[in-house]
């Protein structure tokens, strides 16, 4: 099997229900925005903390849930799809995250070390996933549920990217107005 098929050489593609659509439309634009993020995301492993790795990695495959749940626009129960579960889960894992950091008291500028700037930079892709998503979904019908697992992955990579940083040394700073 080759990688290459030819069917997107005149700009379609296809969604999951093998409706073909334009590689710009919105649905196309919102999970592959999902995609970048995935993609960022992969370039922060290994962080040099297991515990981090681990969660990344677990991450990236529920990104190809949303992303899949995403170039479905009809989907069959059995098909996959966002749960709330997930979305409790990365709440979850704030809460314990959040319990190993100082409280916040201003605002924070993004980077840090190379781990900990890596983690900003995906949750900034992330940030605008979901709003490609929030505009999808003013026009087409989606799983609401990924909107809130979005929502919930960028605070969760704002929170990584602080541990990382802490837990490597590196000093937060506080933008000056």
């Known amino acids: 099997m080759t990688i290459y ?6 700009g379609d ?3 999951r229900d093998m409706s073909r659509v334009s590689k710009s439309s919105p649905r196309i634009e919102a999970y592959g925005t999902v995609d970048e993020a995935n993609a960022l995301i992969g370039t922060v492993r290994p962080t040099g903390h297991d515990d981090l790795d681990e969660l990344l990695e677990t991450v990236q495959n529920h990104l190809h849930v949303v992303q899949a749940d995403l170039a479905n626009p009809d989907p069959d129960p059995e098909d996959p799809q966002v749960e709330p579960e997930l979305v409790e889960d990365l709440e979850d894992r704030i809460d314990a995250f959040d ?3 100082e409280p916040l008291t201003s605002f924070v500028l993004p980077g840090g070390g190379e781990s900990g700037a890596r983690l900003h930079h995906a949750r900034t892709v992330t940030r605008r996933a979901e709003r490609r998503i929030v505009e999808l979904a003013r026009s087409e019908p989606i799983n609401e549920t990924v909107v809130s697992y979005l929502n919930r992955l960028s605070d969760l990579l704002f929170t990584l990217g602080r541990v990382a940083n802490a837990r490597d040394g590196e000093p937060e700073e506080s933008p000056s107005y």
Do not use: S
């Open 99 to 101: 319990e190993e950091l």
């Open 13 to 15: 593609t296809d969604l």
């Open 5 to 10: 098929t030819g069917r997107g050489d005149q």
